[in-house]
């Protein structure tokens, strides 16, 4: 089974993250990103909010690491592990803006970039942003088709219901021919849009049932990725039964790939379990 982790310390949700997320330095950072790497995880993730509301602690969290600073850092530490965004929110960047820094990290780590990508949901960031919070998913829409013009391409051209760009130079682009983009998000339409326009989908906040159940009802193409959450902490080595029970469900479920969230007490350990893992996703 292959295999991602929410990467620890970058992004910290209340029930899920560990204390020793809080107090834990970059060196820590950077040597359970390179256990992962050389143990065979398929991808890191780091997710994008700008500016949370204080009010939103309890349900979100507050820390939220900057995805390309924190990718451009682990790019040095890693040499295999995709880095994966999960998510950027659409609504808050030009899609230019998108692919020049986000092209610029896949060039940096040899074409290791997986673009996650969200319509969002947290109407105060949008306000807070200046960014339109009504009608996102049809500028979202758009905004996946602008980059898939424009990722690849240092001369990116593109005429669109929201997005129009020509007689542009971005350099550098990307280096893969095609970036893996991936949508995020917890609705049948979220899956459609997935589906009809990128590569992947990347669910959260639902159960196995009714991912299920989404599946069933939409033509997925060949190649599509199904990756799906661990949505809580495993702890491979103190419940081995129950994390290769969740790891199963989750297949059977369609996940094409699993991110998981690691139960640990310090780094040390957290590389400890990864070890865990590793075994018990290679006997799946």
Same mark, same amino acid.
């Given at each position: 089974?292959?295999?991602?982790?929410?990467?620890?310390?970058?992004?910290?949700?209340?029930?899920?993250?560990?204390?020793?997320?809080?107090?834990?330095?970059?060196?820590?950072?950077? %040597? +359970? *990103?390179?256990?992962? !790497? @050389?143990? $065979?995880?398929?991808? =890191? &993730?780091?997710?994008? %909010? +700008? *500016?949370?509301?204080? !009010? @939103?602690? $309890?349900?979100?969290? =507050? &820390?939220?690491?900057?995805?390309?600073?924190?990718?451009?850092?682990?790019?040095?530490?890693?040499?295999?592990?995709?880095?994966?965004?999960?998510?950027?929110?659409?609504?808050?960047?030009?899609?230019?803006?998108?692919?020049?820094?986000?092209?610029?990290?896949?060039?940096?780590?040899?074409?290791?970039?997986?673009?996650?990508?969200?319509?969002?949901?947290?109407?105060?960031?949008?306000?807070?942003?200046?960014?339109?919070?009504?009608?996102?998913?049809?500028?979202?829409?758009?905004?996946?088709?602008?980059?898939?013009?424009?990722?690849?391409?240092?001369?990116?051209?593109?005429?669109?219901?929201?997005?129009?760009?020509?007689?542009?130079?971005?350099?550098?682009?990307?280096?893969?021919?095609?970036?893996?983009?991936?949508?995020?998000?917890?609705?049948?339409?979220?899956?459609?849009?997935?589906?009809?326009?990128?590569?992947?989908?990347?669910?959260?906040?639902?159960?196995?049932?009714?991912?299920?159940?989404?599946?069933?009802?939409?033509?997925?193409?060949?190649?599509?990725?199904?990756?799906?959450?661990?949505?809580?902490?495993?702890?491979?080595?103190?419940?081995?039964?129950?994390?290769?029970?969740?790891?199963?469900?989750?297949?059977?479920?369609?996940?094409?790939?699993?991110?998981?969230?690691?139960?640990?007490?310090?780094?040390?350990?957290?590389?400890?379990?990864?070890?865990?893992?590793?075994?018990?996703?290679?006997?799946?």
């Amino acid at each position: 089974m292959r295999i991602g982790l929410s990467t620890p310390m970058v992004m910290q949700l209340p029930g899920v993250s560990s204390e020793w997320e809080t107090t834990a330095g970059v060196a820590d950072l950077a %040597h +359970i *990103a390179h256990t992962a !790497d @050389e143990l $065979g995880f398929d991808h =890191l &993730t780091c997710a994008e %909010h +700008i *500016a949370v509301p204080v !009010d @939103e602690s $309890g349900q979100r969290g =507050l &820390t939220y690491w900057d995805p390309l600073s924190t990718f451009g850092f682990l790019a040095a530490h890693t040499s295999r592990i995709s880095l994966t965004t999960s998510v950027v929110v659409l609504g808050y960047h030009h899609p230019l803006e998108i692919a020049k820094r986000f092209g610029t990290l896949d060039r940096l780590s040899g074409g290791r970039l997986v673009l996650g990508v969200g319509v969002g949901s947290l109407a105060e960031e949008f306000e807070l942003l200046g960014a339109a919070f009504d009608g996102r998913g049809e500028r979202a829409d758009d905004a996946i088709r602008a980059l898939r013009a424009s990722l690849s391409t240092t001369r990116p051209r593109y005429q669109g219901s929201h997005y129009q760009f020509d007689g542009f130079a971005v350099q550098p682009c990307a280096v893969q021919p095609r970036v893996p983009i991936w949508v995020g998000g917890r609705t049948l339409r979220s899956l459609r849009r997935a589906v009809r326009l990128a590569d992947g989908w990347i669910p959260f906040g639902l159960s196995n049932a009714e991912i299920g159940a989404m599946l069933a009802g939409v033509d997925v193409p060949p190649g599509f990725e199904v990756v799906l959450s661990t949505g809580y902490a495993v702890d491979p080595l103190a419940d081995r039964d129950r994390t290769s029970q969740r790891l199963e469900g989750l297949r059977d479920a369609g996940a094409t790939a699993v991110t998981a969230s690691v139960s640990a007490d310090s780094p040390t350990h957290y590389c400890d379990q990864l070890a865990a893992l590793r075994e018990l996703a290679d006997q799946l």
